[in-house]
T-cell receptor
Framework: AQSVTQLGSHVSVSEGALVLLRCNYS??????LFWYVQYPNQGLQLLLK??????LVKGINGFEAEFKKSETSFHLTKPSAHMSDAAEYFC????????????FGQGTTLQVKP | ETGVTQSPTHLIKTRGQQVTLRCSSQ?????VSWYQQALGQGPQFIFQ???????GRGNFPPRFSGLQFPNYSSELNVNALELDDSALYLC?????????????FGQGTRLTVV
């Protein structure tokens, strides 16, 4: 069965610092991988997705993620954090191109300190 | 905004009651997926509807049921509500299941069972 593990339920960074949110997946087949962001009292917004093209995926708002098959990881990074990046971030996996059937991780809350 | 609208935004029900949640998909989308997001958790897949037919179901009991209408809007019905059903319910719409198109999420319905 597929699963997603997000390491660290809370991450705190200073404004301008590097953001690194970790995600590991388990999958018996090449997965489709996603990162979503959720602001308070809102739904989920897609940041980026990996679908077996380039291993380095660039998304919105300056975020990017690298697919590393050998490490079964898909960590999310941003070179310089902004206050507006404070939110909940979810890594998700799908076993097929059906992007409506997702398995989500537990989420990581990103706090950005001034 | 994604064009996916959910109603109502908040709802309080008593244990044992029944509830219906509604989702209007984005224009042109024929696939709706429903998720349950308990407090502090990632969303969990309930089921998906594609062209008015159920197209996959997660690990939820039969008292969770759904419907999709000819205009592709959808309902989620939950019977015999339990306290653990308290959660944010999200719907996501996409164009054609299994085509790697982005799923857009609504803002959710916050259900509280007392």
């Amino acid at each position: 069965a597929q699963s997603v593990t997000q390491l660290g339920s809370h991450v705190s960074v200073s404004e301008g610092a590097l953001v690194l949110l970790r995600c590991n997946y388990s999958s018996s087949v090449p997965p489709y991988l996603f990162w979503y962001v959720q602001y308070p009292n809102q739904g989920l917004q897609l940041l980026l997705k990996y679908t077996s093209a380039a291993t380095l995926v660039k998304g919105i708002n300056g975020f990017e993620a690298e697919f590393k098959k050998s490490e079964t990881s898909f960590h999310l990074t941003k070179p310089s954090a902004h206050m507006s990046d404070a939110a909940e971030y979810f890594c998700a996996v799908s076993r097929s191109s059906n992007t409506g059937k997702l398995i989500f991780g537990q989420g990581t809350t990103l706090q950005v300190k001034p | 905004e994604t064009g996916v609208t959910q109603s109502p935004t908040h709802l309080i029900k008593t244990r044992g009651q029944q509830v219906t949640l509604r989702c209007s998909s984005q224009s042109g989308h024929n696939t709706v997926s429903w998720y349950q997001q308990a407090l502090g958790q990632g969303p969990q897949f309930i089921f998906q509807y594609y062209r008015e037919e159920e197209n996959g179901r997660g690990n939820f009991p039969p008292r969770f049921s759904g419907l999709q209408f000819p205009n592709y809007s959808s309902e989620l019905n939950v019977n015999a509500l339990e306290l653990d059903d308290s959660a944010l319910y999200l719907c996501a719409s996409s164009l054609d299941a299994d085509t790697n198109t982005e799923a857009f999420f609504g803002q959710g319905t916050r259900l509280t069972v007392v």
